[in-house]
């Protein structure tokens, strides 16, 4: 009998829950297939996650921050994805001094949410950086002419656009200065849990990588079921 994977047993949104055939290995390895499927689909439901952050730095305690981010690349086998997000954010303060998070992604149709957690490192002026800068369309770029700090208080509306051009999209020349304000942050699985949601029951499974584990293969990671 062929086993069941993800995406098989979720295409159709079943009513019954995928049963013994769908492996952990096989809804982990078609898990990050759909993340992948996302990068060529704006409208995939994946391609918009949740980045979850805290701010160790204040004084209170650390805060958990959220934000809806667009998912920029993926690269199952190193366990990376990528998001991006102007230099001077919060958000990179917050993960250059506790560089942790996770992304939390959700299909409403396929009722489906699945969750990655890791460290996170920032690439900003960098050729990593520049890779995924020359990558990005104008329409992209133009966020990062923002003339003023993302987040500052104001006392009426600002789109946060430089002056010119304003009315229409920067050519290459004109979006180069935006490349100082970018930066890629590249978040690296160390734990991944996919839930399914089901009027019969949910079911739930989780994936922990050790990457200071020694021998044999120590990226290979340690799955099992979880109670819902």
């Known amino acids: 009998m062929a086993v069941a994977t993800l995406r098989d047993v979720t295409r159709d949104r079943p009513a019954s829950p995928p049963g013994p055939d769908a492996t952990l290995a096989g809804i982990l390895s078609a898990a990050w297939r759909s993340l992948e499927d996302a990068l060529a689909d704006r409208h995939a439901e994946w391609r918009w996650p949740v980045l979850a952050s805290l701010d160790a730095r204040d004084p209170a305690g650390p805060l958990p921050h959220a934000r809806v981010v667009v998912l920029r690349a993926v690269d199952a086998a190193r366990r990376t994805l990528e998001v991006h997000s102007d230099v001077r954010a919060a958000k990179v303060a ?125 990226g290979a990671p340690r799955l099992c079921w979880v109670r819902p």
């Open 94 to 218: 917050q993960l250059r001094a506790l560089p942790q998070a996770c992304l939390v992604f959700l299909d409403r149709r396929r009722e489906i949410q699945l969750r990655v957690l890791g460290p996170v490192a920032v690439y900003a002026g960098c050729e990593r950086a520049r890779r995924a800068w020359a990558a990005l369309p104008a329409s992209s770029r133009r966020g990062y002419l923002a003339p003023r700090v993302p987040g500052e208080a104001l006392g009426t509306p600002d789109p946060n656009l430089p002056a010119a051009p304003r009315d229409r999209l920067p050519d290459e020349r004109e979006s180069e200065p935006g490349f100082a304000n970018f930066a890629v942050l590249a978040l690296r699985a160390r734990r991944l849990e996919w839930l399914r949601l089901d009027r019969h029951g949910h079911e739930r499974m989780r994936a922990d990588w050790d990457d200071t584990a020694e021998g044999d293969d120590p």
